[in-house]
């Protein structure tokens, strides 16, 4: 079965032509596309993820928290001194 795909995939690759007017159309259409400040998008992406992590540390922080308060209210055996 390997053996098979193996060289089933080696002669779709050795077939392949690839049409280099179409990929340099794409290129240039993705080229002539319109431009915003790339130093601000990205500062926009650094931002949302650093507010993301300090969303999640608290979410985290709040149900450690939780878990602390429950365990330490429930009455458990007395200890045997």
Do not use: C, K, N, Y
């Amino acid at each position: 079965m390997t053996d098979d795909v193996h060289e089933q995939l080696r002669g779709a690759a050795q077939a392949h032509r690839p049409d280099r007017a179409r990929m340099l159309a794409r290129v240039e259409r993705g080229m002539a596309g319109t431009r915003s400040a790339p130093g601000r998008a990205r500062a926009l992406g650094a931002r949302s993820r650093v507010v993301f992590a300090a969303v999640a540390a608290a979410g985290v922080m709040t149900v450690a928290a939780a878990a602390v308060a429950i365990v330490s209210t429930v009455p458990g055996p007395a200890p045997a001194w």
